[in-house]
């Protein structure tokens, strides 16, 4: 028993050393920004490709413009002495529809024109920042490796006595321990404190306390944990 129990205390400081490093402020702050980068990186193609589709929009828009102005300047240099008197009207009459269509595409035009160079604002915003986490979260991963250099070797050397202890301790005792932890049961072994187990404070019925007495050990029945005797 003796040697179970000075097992379960390594491993307590074991996941004591895991958890300093696993709860540190670099490790959370790593986390933080890590997060910060996936998603600026999102946006960043996001606003790359809403750019390409206004690019697009805009040289559509363009080539309409320019189609339509070719069509005026066409129109506006024909020779009116050559122009039945009948078909006059109906070329002022889309000249002022294509004039119009022209007044339309020119303020699509510059309304697409603002709407690329926001999102090129955006985007240089969103890649700056990005950047500027990177750069901290590069400073944080630093930090967080020398720390895990300096928690390392202690690491290793309970690892290592645990590891002496195994060898020590009865296999069926040993796998069995390892069994319930793995089902989320730690401490595995708890004392029979003043009538209560010590794990979740219920109280051990006489009957039970008797056979802990005569056995060594007995499970609670509130917890699951083993109860032993100090």
């Not at 946006?43 to 929009?57: C, I, V």
Request: with cysteine; charged share 30%.
């Amino acid at each position: 028993m003796n040697k179970i129990l000075e097992y379960q205390k390594l491993d307590f400081e074991l996941n004591k050393l895991k958890k300093s490093n696993l709860n540190s402020v670099e490790k959370s702050n790593m986390i933080k920004l890590k997060g910060y980068i996936v998603e600026a990186h999102d946006k960043g193609m996001q606003l790359e490709n809403g750019a390409n589709a206004l690019l697009e929009e805009y040289n559509n828009l363009k080539k309409q413009y320019e189609a339509n102005l070719k069509k005026i300047q066409k129109l506006t240099n024909t020779n009116l002495s050559t122009v039945e008197l009948d078909d006059v009207d109906g070329m002022l009459s889309t000249i002022n529809s294509l004039s119009s269509e022209l007044f339309l595409l020119e303020r699509n035009i510059n309304i697409i024109i603002t709407k690329i160079k926001n999102s090129l604002k955006d985007f240089e915003v969103t890649k700056n920042n990005m950047i500027k986490a990177r750069s901290k979260y590069n400073e944080f991963k630093a930090a967080y490796e020398k720390s895990m250099k300096l928690v390392e070797p202690k690491i290793k050397e309970v690892e290592d006595k645990m590891k002496v202890l195994e060898s020590e301790i009865e296999p069926s005792l040993l796998n069995k321990y390892k069994a319930m932890k793995a089902d989320k049961i730690f401490p595995v072994y708890v004392a029979f404190d003043n009538g209560h187990c010590s794990g979740c404070r219920v109280e051990i019925p006489t009957a039970k306390a008797n056979k802990l007495k005569t056995e060594g050990t007995i499970i609670c029945e509130q917890c699951h944990r083993i109860i032993y005797l100090k």
